[in-house]
């Protein structure tokens, strides 16, 4: 991550696959000039030579796409930042090969930023549906392999956490911890956020974060944090010198006076047309809470699982439209999770009753008639393609957990025909657009499908509208617009290049500029 302000690119890109808009459904070959932060012009084919010739900086992207930057629409950037340093066990098939991973970090403790800063040894990116062996993995397990450390283990989902009695020690929560080491939904996410690290080490751990969001060519989008973390996300903003374009969602935990920068939101239109968007990191979204995750079998359904009882809302259609009018009197936009169908049918019904923006997000099941719901009202839907990507195929977790039913889950292509917007984030799991594009695209149903220009716009001009206020839609690649840029290979999950206000914050080592 540079200390400075990025280099500006003031040049010309040649050669380039581009989405000119998107009603056109379609890429075209051509270009794009950037000059003073903005496109200066562009067109199709080859640029004209008195075009070319201003321009002292010309980069052939040898049929690369060239999209607008990317805004990860929902992500957990202050969060992921930290526990990026933790142990990854992304890799674990078996408990077998989870413990050889904690005891060599543990053999290199002194170089584990995360215990030096809170004194325990954090997985992260546990995902016990690929555990083939059938073996238990609790608390238990973690106490009688670890008797002296203090272990906490995440999932992948972030919804379950398994710890042993020396962890809950040392963060000190008030709550007992159960005997089974397993927590669900509010405990496990209460006990992650108090992982608590110093602020000097937080901002080094955030320009790092930063620098692979720029690399996989994400510019912005809106970041979630509880709000017993705002303040020491704030503090680490202070000191960056150099961020993307953030705004954040605060899950509240009271009854605060919290406010954004905005009054009276009636519609999307009112948040569109907001005379000037979001200062970076401001509060601009609150996040509540009607089911759990899949993984963790919290998510809500009308039918059972495969290997688990079914799971009951965790708000009345009441609790829920009072907490959204309740945001949306503090000038802020609420965000409903919503991942299974009866947790998404009561957030509709909930939905009816209230007067301005809400965003649903994830929308992972919905039945078929709750889809015509989502014209109603102000409703924008913000799902996660990767998801599907990582999850639906067969055997998969989908199958695992509801069966055939996976093909049912995460309509892309339904869901955009209805509703305010549909956008797309990556909750971080993982963060590559380019991943959920291609998740996007080879949904297992093939009705569920988007081509690349639908997906592209979910990624780029919905969820800029949908994040920012202030920013009205765009269509593709427009001249004055804001040089937000990203070049793209064929099967990269990496940009070849990325601008933020045209200044290069990452440049890939396959592109080659030709300086005049």
Not at 438 to 460: C, G, I, K, Q
Request: glycine residues 10%; proline residues 5%.
């Amino acid at each position: 991550m540079p200390s400075s302000s990025p280099e500006p690119f003031d040049g010309m890109v040649v050669n380039a696959m581009i989405p000119f808009q998107w009603k056109d459904g379609g890429l075209s070959r051509g270009w794009v000039s950037v000059r003073d932060g903005f496109i200066d012009d562009a067109g199709a084919g080859d640029p004209p030579g008195h075009a070319r010739s201003k321009d002292s900086i010309i980069l052939d992207a040898d049929g690369r796409y060239l999209f607008p930057g990317m805004i990860d629409a929902h992500m957990h950037l202050f969060q992921w930042s930290r526990s990026r340093n933790a142990v990854d066990l992304s890799s674990c098939g078996n408990l077998r090969s989870l413990l050889s991973i904690l005891r060599e970090r543990m053999n290199k403790r002194d170089e584990d930023p995360i215990y030096r800063g809170c004194g325990i040894f954090i997985g992260t990116n546990l995902d016990l549906s690929l555990f083939t062996e059938g073996e238990k993995l609790d608390g238990r397990v973690l106490d009688r392999t670890f008797p002296d450390e203090g272990v906490m283990l995440q999932s992948v989902c972030g919804h379950k956490v398994i710890m042993n009695r020396n962890a809950r020690e040392r963060i000190n929560v008030e709550w007992e911890l159960p005997e089974s080491g397993v927590l669900l939904e509010e405990r496990a996410m209460e006990a992650s956020w108090h992982m608590k690290m110093d602020t000097s080490s937080g901002v080094l751990m955030m320009e790092d974060a930063i620098s692979e969001m720029l690399r996989k060519g994400v510019v912005g989008g809106v970041d979630i944090i509880p709000e017993s973390m705002l303040k020491e996300q704030q503090a680490v903003l202070e000191l960056m010198k150099f961020l993307p374009r953030l705004s954040t969602s605060v899950i509240l935990s009271s009854d605060t006076k919290l406010n954004g920068s905005l009054r009276c939101l009636e519609t999307w239109d009112d948040f569109m047309n907001a005379p000037t968007g979001p200062e970076t990191g401001e509060v601009i979204f609150s996040k509540f809470f009607m089911d759990g995750s899949i993984g963790a079998r919290t998510a809500s359904f009308f039918r059972d699982y495969e290997d688990a009882n079914s799971f009951s809302p965790m708000r009345s259609g009441d609790e829920m439209s009072e907490n959204a009018r309740s945001s949306l009197d503090r000038g802020l936009v609420p965000m409903i999770h919503a991942i299974g169908d009866a947790a998404v049918s009561r957030v509709l019904e909930a939905g009816e009753t209230i007067r301005g923006p809400i965003r649903m997000e994830h929308v992972e099941a919905i039945r078929e008639k709750d889809v015509p719901r989502l014209d109603t009202g102000e409703m924008a839907i913000c799902m996660q393609p990767n998801f599907m990507g990582r999850w639906g195929m067969e055997g998969e977790l989908y199958e695992k957990a509801l069966g055939s039913m996976r093909l049912l889950l995460n309509r892309f292509s339904t869901l955009k025909k209805h509703g305010r917007g549909l956008l797309f984030g990556s909750d971080m799991m993982p963060l590559s657009p380019m991943f959920g594009l291609e998740s996007a695209m080879s949904h297992p149903n093939r009705n569920e499908r988007l081509d690349l220009s639908e997906a592209v716009e979910a990624y780029t001009s919905m969820a800029r509208s949908f994040s920012f206020p202030g920013h009205l839609p765009f269509s593709g690649i427009e001249v004055d617009q804001r040089a937000d840029i990203v070049i793209f290979s064929m099967g990269s999950q990496d940009s070849s290049l990325t601008l933020l206000g045209g200044r290069m914050v990452h440049t890939g080592p396959d592109i080659i500029m030709d300086i005049g």
